[in-house]
């Protein structure tokens, strides 16, 4: 049998019939100068072999099969990746023009789902990683894993582990795939058919036994499922309510120590620090141009990954609740975000998220967007490398990730590096067109966070 994609893979996959719901990750990894361009190039290639999507391309199944990863016969490491010069003015800005055009250009579906370009010529000889790839190939915290095995602990570190050659790509005829699907889809019969044989004694026995308890159990899990599916008719806010293709991205930079004890502070975690910032950001935004606004909808994801999970794959599930953005108090804004944080990790929903994720790829794709379109923002927190690594011989400053919106009015990434956290900012210019007074408006908002914190302590 071929490798079909997992449920939650396929899913970031199939949401792109609609454009403005496509999920390109984009990253930017800041050099303090520039590489050794062979070495990269060969740590790609190694990196490819120890992960074998990135030398596979998607290929339509007969439904309800997903999508399967086989084999691209014209793989070349050469097309995925590039060596310019930067464009003028020759600074981050320029490189954040080309992440952007980069986020906003589909890629072609007939190859690998992924492309790295080196720029160079950046003042003081540093130069810039722009690394862009597909979300059905990996999460936040598998991108850290493939950087794990790219980057290196000293500038003449390398690895030199020993691989087998790739795999030849012969290819599949259209009757093979057919004869796949067939056998995936009587696959998933048998199963289910399986299942409920060896499930419903026991089920039946239980709801004998303890019919309450078991009708309560029943219907809590039905009603979290229906909260993780549900769609959404309206934004929460009513100044960012247009979605497009137009993408502008931007960063900042936050200093971890400091958002981690400001969040102590509020009785929360990193991560509800992170998103009261954002939150506070938003509410400046609103106030700026006279709109009030109470609770927004946030999309949040949350890692199912496991020690044991190979490296690859979405291993995270999407789940939305509304925030208290209208909180003027940092502190009191972290608290209840982490309350309804908490809340939402204790769903019954977790456990079924590839189920679920099988679902949605049958329903229609108009569903899908209903359920994503209407969020006004997405907030991933991922945790990056602690320590300082280089990348062919060259340091590595500072990495900033660029989520997709995936419908939300803005995606914000924290990726933390060292004792930094890094912040990619991805707008929807129909929603946000003034990206300036939006950035001023989130830089006041984690700035009311830090400020929880001692001055001396930040």
């Not at 050099?31 to 050794?36: A, I, K, T």
């Not at 995925?80 to 980069?102: K, S």
């Not at 159990?217 to 979290?224: F, R, V």
Request: charged share 20%.
């Amino acid at each position: 049998m071929p490798e079909f994609m997992r449920h939650s893979d396929a899913f970031t996959w199939a949401m792109e019939s609609d454009p403005r719901l496509r999920s390109t990750v984009v990253t930017v990894v800041l050099l303090e100068r520039s590489p050794d361009w062979d070495t990269v190039r060969e740590l790609f290639g190694h990196v490819s072999r120890k992960l074998p999507m990135l030398r596979q391309r998607v290929v339509a199944s007969l439904p309800p099969a997903p999508p399967r990863w086989e084999e691209d016969p014209n793989f070349d490491i050469d097309y995925h990746m590039r060596r310019v010069p930067v464009p003028p003015p020759g600074t981050l800005d320029a490189v954040l023009e080309m992440a952007r055009v980069a986020h906003m250009q589909d890629f072609d579906r007939a190859r690998a789902l992924w492309e790295t370009t080196l720029i160079e010529g950046l003042p003081d000889g540093r130069a810039a990683v722009l690394l862009k790839f597909h979300h059905a190939l990996t999460d936040g915290v598998g991108g850290v894993q493939i950087g794990m095995s790219l980057f290196t602990l000293s500038e003449t570190g390398h690895l030199r582990e020993v691989l087998p050659a790739g795999p030849n790509a012969p290819g599949s005829s259209p009757l093979d795939r057919y004869l796949d699907a067939w056998r995936y889809n009587a696959g998933l019969v048998s199963k289910a058919v399986t299942g409920t044989v060896k499930s419903a004694p026991a089920l039946i026995y239980r709801g004998i036994r303890q019919p309450l308890a078991t009708l309560g159990w029943a219907t809590s899990t039905a009603a979290s499922i229906y909260r993780t599916v549900r769609p959404l008719n309206r934004t929460g806010s009513t100044l960012m309510t247009q979605r497009s293709m137009i993408r502008r991205l931007g960063v900042h930079q936050v200093p971890m120590p400091a958002l981690r004890e400001a969040a102590h502070r509020g009785g929360g975690a990193l991560n509800d620090a992170f998103v009261a910032g954002v939150a506070g950001g938003l509410r400046r935004y609103h106030e700026k141009h006279g709109v009030d606004v109470g609770d927004l909808h946030l999309t949040m994801p949350i890692s199912l990954r496991t020690d044991t999970d190979p490296i690859g794959g979405n291993r995270i599930t999407l789940m939305r609740f509304d925030v208290p953005v209208g909180i003027a108090d940092p502190a009191r804004r972290i608290k209840e975000i982490h309350e309804r944080a908490n809340a939402v990790r204790r769903e019954r929903s977790l456990s079924y998220t590839q189920a679920i994720a099988g679902v949605l790829n049958l329903m229609p794709r108009w569903y899908i967007g209903s359920i994503l379109r209407n969020v006004d923002f997405v907030a991933s927190d991922v945790p990056g490398l602690p320590v300082r690594v280089y990348l062919g011989g060259a340091p590595v400053g500072i990495q900033y990730a660029f989520g997709p919106t995936i419908g939300a009015a803005v995606n914000v990434t924290l990726l933390t590096y060292v004792d930094t956290c890094a912040l990619g900012i991805n707008v929807d210019s129909a929603a946000i067109p003034d990206y300036d007074v939006f950035h001023e408006a989130l830089v006041a908002g984690f700035d009311e966070v830090l400020a929880l914190v001692e001055p001396a302590a930040t």
